[in-house]
């Protein structure tokens, strides 16, 4: 079923849960974690990533997306992330994303708000009912692939890298009308180059400040017993990606000559790639969940 992105985000921390966020490049993927979802019994987010988007193609599968997030059996968001082209944006909120992750984390902070106020202006001229998450602090690496320029070493390492400026909070929160806020506080996107650090001290820090729902991006890698810590800080929104991708091209290399023998049985094989996409989702709503 439909919902607004801060109102399922909400409800979920009102229950001591977060919601997982996941990017989906294809439907095999989506029909896996909507799938895990409703098994579940819990609400879930559908990503698309800005490469995504920026295609004819990829707003079909917005659009694809949106037919399937409204005919699931529970609440289904779906989010254009980390945006920072005003047309790529208009493009995916016309085609069926009901939120945005307006992107401006690595421009200068009066930019940053800039750009964020130029989205909601765009979205409320077309007449939408837009939700915006803003993100303040940038994150270090690369959001569609696993080895990024700069995901090997800097950002957790180096410990203050990037991280959120806490007294920046209110400021932004205020300017920004942002309703929910993606933070920078040792998470990295793409693989972690040894033990992700979160700092949890920022995040409280942040967290005392608002009362917006904190997100937190690049959680893969990050070890369970340190997301289930999550939604005591207000963060109600994890975003998932690379972890994913990395069971699915496993599964798929480990099983596609098997099912060539079997006939070129492309079914076979798509079949294993929802078992492991949706085995992915099923344990991190399980690990978000109270
Ligand atoms: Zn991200």
């Excluded at 290399?253 to 099912?259: E, I, L, Q, S, Y």
């Amino acid at each position: 079923m439909r919902a607004r992105l801060d109102t399922l985000v909400s409800a979920a921390l009102q229950q001591g849960s977060a919601v997982p966020a996941f990017t989906c490049y294809d439907f095999t993927t989506a029909l896996a974690v909507v799938g895990a979802a409703e098994a579940a019994g819990r609400g879930t987010i559908l990503l698309v990533s800005p490469s995504t988007a920026a295609t004819p193609n990829g707003l079909r599968l917005i659009a694809a997306l949106r037919g399937l997030a409204d005919g699931a059996s529970v609440p289904v968001a779906v989010q254009l992330d980390h945006a920072s082209d005003l047309g790529v944006i208009a493009g995916a909120v016309a085609a069926g994303a009901d939120s945005v992750l307006v992107d401006g984390s690595s421009l200068p902070y009066e930019d940053n708000i800039a750009l964020v106020l130029a989205a909601r202006a765009l979205l409320d001229t077309a007449g939408t009912d837009t939700v915006i998450e803003a993100e303040l602090g940038g994150l270090a690496g690369d959001e569609d692939r696993a080895f990024g320029s700069d995901a090997a070493g800097s950002a957790p390492a180096a410990g203050t890298a990037g991280l959120t400026d806490s007294a920046q909070v209110e400021d932004f929160v205020a300017r920004t009308g942002a309703q929910l806020l993606a933070v920078a506080v040792g998470n990295v996107h793409g693989k972690y180059h040894g033990e992700p650090e979160l700092r949890w001290d920022v995040l409280q820090d942040i967290a005392v400040r608002t009362r917006l729902p904190l997100v937190l991006h690049g959680a893969s890698g990050i070890p369970a017993s340190e997301l289930v810590k999550a939604a005591a800080m207000n963060v109600g929104k994890v975003n998932f990606n690379t972890e994913l991708r990395t069971g699915v091209l496993e599964t798929l290399d480990a099983r596609t000559a098997a099912h060539r023998r079997d006939g070129e049985n492309l079914q076979g094989l798509l079949a294993e790639w929802d078992v492991s996409a949706r085995a992915f989702a099923a344990t991190a709503l399980a690990t978000l969940s109270r």
